[in-house]
């Protein structure tokens, strides 16, 4: 029996609405690791006054991409530049169908000359990998899915351990007898603990100093117990992962935007290339902001704020339609403070609203309208604290500026997507993204 596509899911739905509106749909969370170690609240609080722990090896979807024609796929289906892109350095890939919108992003790290690995959610590595079989480029191309889709449920190839947060320098300096090389934002040293050898990635968390280890899995529960020893008696936290899914709403990454791939005419033998139950067939949408066109969740790269990362020095997939869209009017990433009173009265919990996690596509109104949709909204300590990652037209974007947030569930097909369905509002107030202050000024730096 054929495995079904994607495009016979949207068939046999009626259309991309229909296969993926899914109201109350419950929000993703990474798998295998415990949900909560010490409590959500806690190990937030690690990352930012103390050193956390957090286990990636799981949730990640990985593709090697090796072969002479490696760098030329991806230069010429990623907005990136690829001419300054050293070996052991990694960048968020930003590949775009070819009407500029963003397919996913991805991180691609640079393992050789012709080798690299692009992790991450897979539409990114889908995407690669179809047109490179497609056109007939010289790669070969190996895999691990997550350990939600791993055949027979075996172990990763690779661990992913991140030490975060004020103190993580401190224990990284105990596991290893001293600080490590210094080292650039986003590009790896080797490192080596009692014969084992893996690496080192600068980078953060919530505008947090710190470092992810990447290396085999063989390694993984000696470097793991390593980390554990040296950061126990500085308080160090495992963080669980409900905690997981919250640094991207103050650190200004919207996880999983809609793919800009499900009606293009061009892109029908992709669709029909794509397995119906991978990310695209998938994952959900759902919310107060409903409607009947897929094209209307679809985001450009610029909204995203990757435009720094377009490089227009060479030739690529949408690169004439990013161009024309460089200077359109376009939505702008902003964070949504939510009202504490109007979390406690509509969310409920009484003075504890508790954890708030949804990716829903929320309306965000001012008395002009319909103004713009959440992204991600989480809780994030203290008590009571909520914020959004969202997308608003231009003219709202002003730090300050007052907004409602429609919160409740449109039923999705068969309802008018205006309908006033009584849904209650939830004040709001628009600060920058990233949120975080270190994130958004000098996170990057050096």
């Not at 609080?45 to 090796?66: F, K, T």
């Not at 990284?172 to 590009?187: A, R």
């Not at 893996?198 to 470097?223: N, S, T």
Request: hydrophobic share 35%.
């Amino acid at each position: 029996m054929a495995i079904p596509s994607l495009q016979d899911g949207i068939d046999k739905a009626g259309s991309p609405i229909g296969l993926l509106w899914q109201p109350n749909a419950e929000p993703w969370t990474p798998e295998v690791v415990e949900r909560e170690y010490v409590g959500w609240r806690q190990e937030q609080a690690a990352w930012h006054g103390g050193v956390a722990l957090l286990n990636l090896s799981h949730h990640m979807y990985d593709l090697w991409i090796e072969g002479p024609d490696a760098t030329r796929v991806l230069a010429e289906y990623g907005a990136n530049n690829f001419e300054k892109f050293a070996i052991g350095q990694a960048k968020q890939y930003v590949p775009v169908t070819r009407d500029g919108k963003i397919v996913t992003d991805g991180i691609l790290a640079r393992r050789a000359e012709n080798k690299y690995l692009l992790s991450g959610v897979p539409a990114a590595q889908h995407w690669v990998q179809f047109h490179a079989d497609k056109g007939g480029y010289d790669v070969a191309f190996e895999t691990d899915t997550s350990s939600a889709f791993r055949p027979g449920g075996g172990d990763p190839k690779l661990f992913r351990y991140q030490i975060q947060g004020p103190l993580a320098l401190e224990v990284i300096g105990k596991v290893f007898g001293g600080p490590l090389p210094e080292t650039k934002f986003f590009h790896s040293t080797p490192v080596t603990l009692a014969g084992r050898s893996f690496e080192a990635l600068r980078h953060g968390m919530a505008g947090q100093a710190g470092y992810e280890f990447i290396g085999p899995w063989e390694h993984a529960a000696y470097v793991h117990e390593a980390f554990l020893k040296a950061g126990e008696p500085l308080g160090l936290v495992q963080v669980g992962a409900l905690a997981y899914t919250t640094p991207s709403v103050e650190s200004g990454w919207i996880p999983s935007p809609v793919p800009g791939i499900y009606v293009d005419p061009e892109l029908a033998e992709y669709r029909a290339w794509l397995p119906l139950f991978g990310i695209e067939g998938k994952r959900p949408l759902n919310g107060s902001y409903f409607s009947e066109d897929i094209a209307d969740y679809y985001v450009s790269p610029y909204e995203l704020g990757y435009g720094k990362l377009i490089h227009f020095g060479h030739d690529f997939h949408g690169r004439d339609a990013l161009l024309k869209a460089k200077d359109e009017p376009r939505r702008t990433k902003v964070t949504l403070v939510f009202d504490a009173d109007d979390v406690r009265r509509v969310v409920g919990g009484g003075e504890d609203p508790g954890f708030v996690l949804t990716y829903a596509r929320h309306r965000v109104e001012t008395s002009a309208g319909l103004v713009g949709t959440t992204m991600q909204t989480a809780s994030i300590d203290p008590v009571g604290t909520v914020l959004a990652q969202t997308l608003i037209d231009s003219a709202h974007a002003e730090p300050g500026t007052e907004v409602s947030v429609v919160w409740g569930e449109h039923p999705g097909p068969g309802t008018d997507s205006g309908a006033d369905l009584g849904f209650p509002r939830i004040r709001a107030t628009v600060q920058p993204s990233p949120f975080d202050r270190h994130a958004r000024t000098e996170y990057r730096r050096g």
